[in-house]
């Protein structure tokens, strides 16, 4: 069989060797693992078994190896390039990386192919190792750091890392063939889901978490409007798969505050989507109530304060307030009942009065504009106890603010019923301690992002500051989606200062420009500041921004390629409607899926 042949055969990657080659009488040369082009140079043995397998036995003297490019220029000579220079570059997805042979030409017939080049797959899960995993919390500041960890290199889990990398990319550059190579990964990692939740004996918990968390954030980086049904599904799988391990006699804190920090993340959801909590819920929060350990009781504080704030916001979906009626004023009431609660919350733990690893400290860059001024808010950060600490902190903060722009609402809304609540002579002071309430609040909220987010911006010095808050985050990227609402939040908040809103615009902008979330863009959209500074946009993101922001299928590419801007390439999506399967041990949730996930 001719070279010419031999080479438009597909190999089947039978192993010890392939089909083709025993066919051919040829020596199989293996095959690379896709992560090896992060964690080690194999630029040398690629070479050698390409030109085994053309059946070239010296190299000539004219041909550049990849020892001496290194030694000129070791950037040049490496593998895959960074992801940040891919997005920047509009070409750099066609353009892939190469190794270039010059060949003499006494082997020029031989038509030698000139470029041995990485896949779009490889290109997938470098960015997602170098965006969805390193330098976020508690994850390895370098690629070659993940050679010790497991689960990067569980083959289901590799599916899951190309499906989250493709479809960044694909929101970044509009590229279509990109986002279907998304949706078949993505499909795949749902079967590895289901046939690992089929056998719990030979489950590795570690990685299936991992799984169904990046199963969620999947959702985000497609949905550009509220959180869609798959979402939700995911998160109440992993809580309810979290829930299967909480009997074992040897609970471990660790497991309990991963149960935790999932039930409290499942309440953005259910209220970004003006839904009510599923059946399914109640018996996860007596779960909490029994099982925390003492030091993490105020996490189950706000946990049942926020169940509460969702059942008045249920009942504010469903009924129309009338101004002047009992009722309107009892839901008044009851509103001011649960920020008096947040209130006497935030004064307890932040003196330290009930658990001292629930303090924190703020503080500030020195000498002052250390930070930059778009990835630190006020150039000022917290210091927490460890990070699963600051999110609980975060979801009060977010919880606090929801509370006081209802309460913002209701004195505009019903004035007749609030004059029923408070005197008309406190009327005036009560609102503007809960404005003054709001603006202290946000600040807080902006002035923690960097502990949940490291901005591209922030160096080594500046990363040794913030590490000072360390362990407890299990999985760094699983923070990002809450913080995009907690952002948006903070800056559509009534009466903040008009920077709080560019801050928090301009980070959402960041975050999707570093991650592909297309939520960050759908989020930024909402917070608008005219020439002049003023606040024109902003509002509640589950009832008024959403009527504005679509879900649509992101098949036109943006104009220019690569996204030079958050404003240009309107690439929406629309996810598929699924139905949460929950109920009881089965976990049936991941084997019956709509058909539009599997091509």
């Not at 279509?176 to 990964?185: G, I, N, S, V």
């Not at 939700?232 to 299967?244: E, F, I, K, P, Q």
């Not at 589950?542 to 030079?564: I, W």
């Amino acid at each position: 069989m001719s070279f010419r042949s031999l080479r438009h055969k597909h190999c089947d990657k039978v192993r010890p060797q392939c089909t083709q080659c025993i066919r051919v009488g040829k020596s199989c040369p293996g095959y690379r693992d896709q992560l090896s082009l992060m964690f080690r140079d194999e630029s040398t043995k690629v070479i050698q078994k390409a030109h085994a397998q053309w059946g070239i036995s010296d190299l000539p003297d004219s041909v550049d190896s990849p020892s001496s490019s290194s030694s000129s220029s070791s950037s040049s000579s490496s593998s895959t390039p960074s992801p940040k220079s891919i997005v920047s570059s509009p070409s750099s997805f066609s353009e892939r990386p190469r190794f270039k042979l010059s060949i003499s030409p006494e082997h020029r017939l031989t038509r030698i192919p000139k470029e041995i080049y990485a896949t779009r797959n490889d290109q997938a899960i470098q960015f997602y190792v170098e965006h969805y995993v390193v330098g976020h919390p508690d994850e390895p500041t370098a690629p070659h750091e993940l050679r010790m960890v497991d689960w990067i290199h569980a083959p289901e889990f590799r599916d899951m890392m190309a499906a989250v990398g493709l479809a960044s990319m694909s929101n970044l550059t509009g590229d279509k063939e990109l986002d279907t190579m998304a949706r078949q990964k993505y499909g795949l990692a749902l079967q590895h889901t289901a046939s690992s939740l089929a056998n719990p004996q030979a489950m590795n918990l570690n990685i299936s978490i991992r799984m169904v968390i990046m199963l969620a954030v999947y959702e985000v980086i497609r949905n550009k409007g509220r959180p869609a049904d798959a979402v939700r599904t995911h998160m109440m799988g992993a809580t309810a798969l979290l829930s299967n391990f909480l009997c074992t006699p040897t609970l471990s804190q660790d497991l309990m505050r991963g149960f935790l920090q999932l039930c409290l993340s499942m309440l953005n959801v259910f209220y970004a989507s003006n839904l009510a909590l599923p059946p399914a819920y109640s018996g996860w929060f007596d779960s909490c109530k029994r099982l925390a350990a003492p030091s993490d009781k105020p996490a189950v504080e706000i946990l049942d304060i926020a169940t509460r704030f969702l059942e008045l916001q249920a009942y504010l979906n469903t009924y129309a307030l009338i101004d002047g009626q009992p009722k309107t004023s009892q839901i008044i009431r009851d509103a001011l009942a649960i920020d008096a609660e947040l209130d006497a919350w935030e004064r307890r733990h932040s003196q330290g009065d009930a658990s001292p690893i629930w303090t924190f400290v703020e503080e500030r860059g020195s000498p002052p504009g250390f930070f930059p001024r778009d990835a630190v808010f006020d150039d000022c950060y917290h210091v927490y106890a460890d990070h699963w600490v600051a999110r609980g902190w975060n979801h009060q903060r977010w919880l606090r603010l929801l509370t006081c722009r209802s309460l913002i609402e209701f004195s505009d809304r019903y004035p007749l019923s609030c004059s029923q609540v408070f005197s008309a002579n406190h009327m005036a002071a009560e609102k503007a301690n809960i404005l003054a309430t709001i603006r202290r609040v946000a600040r807080d909220l902006l002035v923690s992002i960097p502990t949940h987010y490291r901005h591209p911006r922030l160096e080594r010095k500046h990363r040794d500051c913030i590490d000072r808050t360390s362990g407890g985050a299990w999985i760094g990227i699983a923070a990002v989606p809450n913080l995009l609402f907690r952002i948006q939040v903070a800056g559509s908040a009534p009466g903040v200062p008009r920077e709080y809103t560019r801050f928090a615009r301009n980070m959402l902008e960041t975050i999707f420009a570093d991650t592909g979330m297309l939520q960050a863009r759908g989020l930024a959209e909402t917070l608008v500041v005219d020439a002049g500074g003023a606040r024109v946009g902003g509002g509640n993101s589950s009832s008024s921004s959403s009527s504005k922001v679509k879900q649509e299928r992101a098949d036109t590419p943006p104009a220019g390629g690569v996204l030079p801007s958050i404003e240009s390439g309107k690439a929406s999506i629309v996810v598929p409607q699924v139905q949460p399967q929950y109920g009881g041990q089965q976990l049936l949730w991941y084997q019956e899926r709509p058909e539009e996930y599997y091509y």
